[in-house]
């Protein structure tokens, strides 16, 4: 074949024409990747880490909240019993 000609002015025209290396996204590996943002940072809460009590430990802990307010019902309905009873009002009868 031919030898590749060249113009009086000495460039190549060949390698003009060819898209510069450097102009690349990736770094001039000829490959263009597109940027991408990330999807969404991860927010982990900070009780996440937190070390986890025994099921025996939350079952007696919870249980003894759960008695514990209905204890607390049970003597606000007897005081406020014994204010009607005082007051001589009757809100309601069980007695009957």
Avoid at 19 to 24: H, L, T, Y
Avoid at 33 to 58: G, T, V
Avoid at 63 to 80: D, Q, R
Wanted: proline content about 4%; overall charge positive; some cysteine.
């Amino acid at each position: 074949m031919a030898k590749e000609e060249k113009d009086a002015s000495g460039l190549d025209w060949k390698s003009i024409q060819e898209p510069a290396k450097s102009d690349s996204v990736d770094g001039g590996d000829g490959v263009s990747a597109k940027k991408r943002r990330p999807r969404r940072i991860r927010q982990i809460p900070d009780y996440y880490f937190l070390p986890r009590r025994s099921l025996s430990y939350n079952l007696l802990w919870y249980g003894a909240c759960i008695a514990g307010g209905v204890g607390a019902g049970m003597l606000v309905e007897k005081w406020i019993n014994k204010k009607v009873k005082e007051d001589g009002g009757v809100i309601w009868e069980f007695d009957k």
